[in-house]
């Protein structure tokens, strides 16, 4: 089955700069990859997603890359702000199976 | 506006009890899932369902059954609960064409005791 790798565990950037996290996925049938941004004490919500026909996606401060080849993708968060503190959460999902596969979260510090 | 709702934000039990963890969506979403999440290990699936009456294992399904008999309702249930399966526990529906964004619930948090 699809296995999410998610990287680091842990970030912490100073307030205006910029936030990359990085997962892999394991199954080239994987064609959905959404990213999911979880307040503290609150739910997981949806924040971007990509599909794997698209290399790239972009929503004001927050973008996606999708490199099928390697495997991988990226979320990029540019002007950091103190409301950016969360935990992030990849996942994957292939299109015969509607389950959605999480990576195990990067809990992000934006420091003042 | 999809709501996912959960029977309770916090439930205690004791070592042995039968436990139901209820979810209930307004949208009617084919697909429901239940996830544990515990610290450093992200979000687990446990069981989900494409239909009423049908159910898959996920990753984590052992300790653990779930009943779907109508399409909004999904249950979680703890045949016989341990320690080991104190955590927090989230509900998610998503519609039935593939990539539709999943919505969760806002969990409940199970100790046992």
């Known amino acids: 089955g699809e296995n999410v790798e998610q990287h680091p565990s842990t970030l912490s950037v100073q307030e205006g700069d910029s936030a990359v996290i990085k997962c892999t996925y394991s199954?080239?049938?994987?064609?959905?990859f959404p990213w999911y941004k979880q307040e503290l004490g609150k739910r997981p919500q949806l924040i971007i997603d990509?599909?794997?026909?698209?290399g790239e996606k972009k929503d004001q401060r927050i973008a996606v890359t999708l490199n099928k080849t390697a495997k991988h993708f990226s979320l990029h968060i540019t002007e950091t702000q103190p409301e950016d503190s969360a935990v992030y959460f990849c996942?994957?999902?292939?299109?015969?199976?509607?389950?959605?596969?999480f990576g195990k979260g990067t809990r992000l510090h934006i420091l003042p | 506006d999809v709501k996912v709702t959960q029977s309770s934000r916090y439930l205690v039990k004791r070592t042995g009890e039968k436990v139901f963890l209820e979810c209930v969506q307004d949208m009617d979403h084919e697909n429901m899932f239940w996830y544990r999440q515990d610290p450093g290990l992200g979000l687990r699936l446990i069981y989900f369902?494409?239909?009423?009456?049908?159910?898959e294992k996920g990753d984590i399904p052992e300790g653990y059954s779930v009943s779907r008999e109508k399409k909004e309702r999904f249950s979680l249930i703890l045949e016989s609960a341990s320690t080991n399966q104190t955590s927090m526990y989230l509900c998610a529906s998503r519609g039935d064409t593939g990539g539709d964004e999943q919505f969760f619930g806002p969990g409940t948090r199970l100790t046992v005791l």
């Open positions: 996942a994957a999902s292939m299109s015969r199976d509607d389950k959605i596969i």
């Open positions: 990509i599909r794997s026909n698209v």
């Open positions: 369902s494409y239909d009423v009456k049908m159910k």
């Open positions: 199954d080239s049938a994987s064609n959905y």
